[in-house]
């Protein structure tokens, strides 16, 4: 082999080298975009049930206010309530 051949040879493998690199690279990015993606996903998923527990919290507390006021009424005036 001469010094040609093998300074050849070099160059081929750092270019086989830089495209490997760029592909790993590229499928680096590709799973960070898709892990991004799934987590705004999940980020709206909880936003979103968030929002339904506090309306139901909500709901649950004007009921139960409902009740209290219904039964403290008939209680003060012994079953007479407005």
Do not use: C, P, W
Not at 1 to 11: A, G, L, N, S, W
Not at 12 to 23: G, H, P, S, Y
Not at 39 to 59: G, I, W
């Amino acid at each position: 082999m001469t010094e040609k051949d093998t300074e050849t040879e070099i160059e081929e493998l750092e270019k086989e080298i830089r495209e490997k690199e760029d592909k790993l690279s590229s499928l680096k990015y590709s799973d960070y975009e898709s892990a991004k993606k799934q987590y705004a996903a999940a980020q709206e998923n909880y936003q979103d049930a968030y929002k339904k527990l506090m309306s139901a919290k909500q709901h649950y507390l004007i009921e139960m206010n409902s009740v209290i006021k219904s039964k403290s009424t008939s209680q003060f005036f012994f079953g007479r309530g407005f």
